[in-house]
């Protein structure tokens, strides 16, 4: 004699559904079911409906849709080979990728808009990392903060001394 064997629950919810459905098997009654499983008997009669119509399968855990990607499976897969060119090869300055400049590319491109925030979950999902730019004031001067640090930076960590005759005479 074989049997087969069912997948285990995907939740607790779906469990919860199945359980309620070997109950009526087993010959309980909705209300009583309902009781046991600290749910609504309109929750019950739902889940026995559906498992009517459709068998166990109708109580399982259905996915839900979501909304379709407005990137193809191959405009998707192209990305990453765009952004190897590097960002410098699409106009801008400096070869760092932002989400805002990858957006802008994506746009160009494939003639599809994101925000920049969900850019950062395309890039997750193609394995790629967000690169940040330094922040740094244009007038910059390297050799002017070094010598600062040689010369006067010392003399500013240079503590008072101590008096040797208590202040409180």
């Given at each position: 004699?074989t049997?087969?064997?069912?997948?285990?629950?995907?939740?607790?919810?779906e469990?919860?559904?199945?359980?309620?459905?070997?109950?009526?098997?087993?010959?309980?009654?909705?209300?009583?079911?309902?009781?046991?499983?600290?749910?609504?008997?309109?929750?019950?009669?739902?889940?026995?409906?559906?498992?009517?119509?459709?068998?166990?399968?109708?109580?399982?855990?259905?996915?839900?849709?979501?909304?379709?990607?407005?990137?193809?499976d191959?405009?998707?897969?192209?990305?990453p080979?765009?952004?190897?060119?590097?960002?410098?090869?699409?106009?801008?300055i400096?070869?760092?990728?932002?989400?805002?400049?990858?957006?802008?590319?994506?746009?160009?491109?494939?003639?599809?808009?994101?925000?920049p925030?969900?850019?950062?979950r395309?890039?997750?999902?193609?394995?790629?990392?967000?690169?940040?730019?330094?922040?740094?004031?244009?007038?910059?001067d390297?050799?002017?903060?070094?010598?600062?640090?040689?010369?006067?930076?010392?003399?500013?960590?240079?503590?008072?001394?101590?008096?040797?005759?208590p202040s409180?005479?």
């Open positions: 004699m049997t087969r064997l069912e997948a285990p629950p995907h939740d607790w919810k469990g919860r559904r199945l359980r309620a459905l070997e109950l009526f098997e087993a010959g309980w009654k909705a209300a009583r079911i309902a009781e046991a499983l600290g749910v609504t008997r309109g929750a019950v009669s739902q889940w026995l409906t559906a498992a009517r119509r459709g068998g166990r399968a109708a109580l399982r855990h259905r996915p839900v849709p979501g909304k379709r990607p407005k990137l193809t191959a405009q998707r897969a192209r990305l080979d765009l952004l190897a060119r590097g960002a410098e090869a699409f106009g801008f400096g070869d760092v990728w932002t989400t805002t400049r990858v957006a802008d590319v994506i746009r160009r491109e494939f003639g599809v808009r994101y925000h925030a969900h850019v950062s395309i890039l997750r999902a193609i394995r790629w990392t967000v690169q940040k730019p330094k922040r740094r004031a244009t007038q910059r390297d050799a002017a903060i070094a010598a600062w640090r040689e010369e006067r930076w010392p003399s500013l960590q240079v503590k008072p001394k101590k008096k040797t005759v409180s005479l």
